[in-house]
């Protein structure tokens, strides 16, 4: 079982997508256990779930090319700060480059890249070798949503032929609708190809110094979200601190495993989930109580603690004394009436 996560936001368009094709999208959400993701596009969540939604979607819907209907509703907003860096570059050679610097930043079981030869760009999605899961309908959507962008960063730009990995549907018509080119199945990766002159074309939307600040923020995201197991785990909890629901369970949904999976995997590693929940909690404690005057009651509240003494305890059962007193030892005045 891999752990590779997809930011909700690759949710954008899902709902209507499958009305309009006459499903059920929150039985289909539930079905993959993903009820009410699409509320959070900054929530992560299993990648391997999301392409079983999308197969599982297309079989429902009956609609074998779902993954081009749902990439005419998505676009660079769903890619968050990753999508600003990219319309922020200074020509398209740049904003692909960031994209396949930064794209982990939005999923982590694929890679893009881009690579020139003879006078063409081909631009490549390639799915981690580890993935168990359908990418028939991935593959529609990545090489749709690309070509919609690179429109959106040049209305002059084209493609002069795709590739995508699966065999060749029974009406390609859609096919040759969407992408106005030649279309060849069967490839080994999803590709791309399109004039190499365009790559220098400066973009007239691009403000070099908020591209530098988009650039900085990136890397800082790349840092705090690597991709290591226990790392997401953590992040996962802080995730689902907010909801009042930091449960392995929960945690172990956005996985798409259950909680004995999870509990070994992190076994492997040296940690369990209980310890690593306190260092988490812990960890936003301490800031917590560093940074600011605010109320011990509010950030019991934030961790999860079902009251005050609780946390109280388990904080000082770790660190040797209360809050209050830990506290006061870095020099940080408590709040009147915390």
Known sequence: MNSYLVRASALQGYRDTVLELGGDPDLLLAQAGLTGMDANPDAWFSYSAYLQLLENSALSTRCPHFGLQLSARQDLGMLGALGFIIQQAPDIRTALRNLSQYFSHHLQGAVVSTTVEDGFTRWAFTAMPQLNAPMYQQSDLAAGIA??????????????????????????????????????????????????????????????????????????????????????????????????????????????????TLQRKLQAQGINYKKLQDEVRFEIARNYLQETAGSLTVLAHMLCYSELSVFSTAFRAHHGVSPTIWKQQTGVAQAPGA
């Open 147 to 260: 070509v919609k962008v690179m429109h959106m960063l040049h209305t002059d730009w084209k493609p002069v032929a795709i590739y995508l990995p699966h065999s060749a549907p029974a009406d390609t018509r859609p096919y040759r609708k969407l992408f106005d080119c030649p279309v060849h199945f069967d490839w080994d990766r999803t590709v791309i190809a399109s004039d190499a002159r365009f790559l220098d074309i400066p973009l007239n939307e691009a403000n070099p110094q908020l591209h530098r600040v988009l650039e900085s923020h990136l890397r800082d995201l790349q840092t705090s979200f690597p991709n290591d197991y226990r790392a997401q785990v953590s992040y996962l909890i802080k995730q689902a601190l907010p909801t009042g629901d930091c449960s392995i369970e929960r945690v172990s949904g956005f996985l798409s495993v259950n909680k004995r």
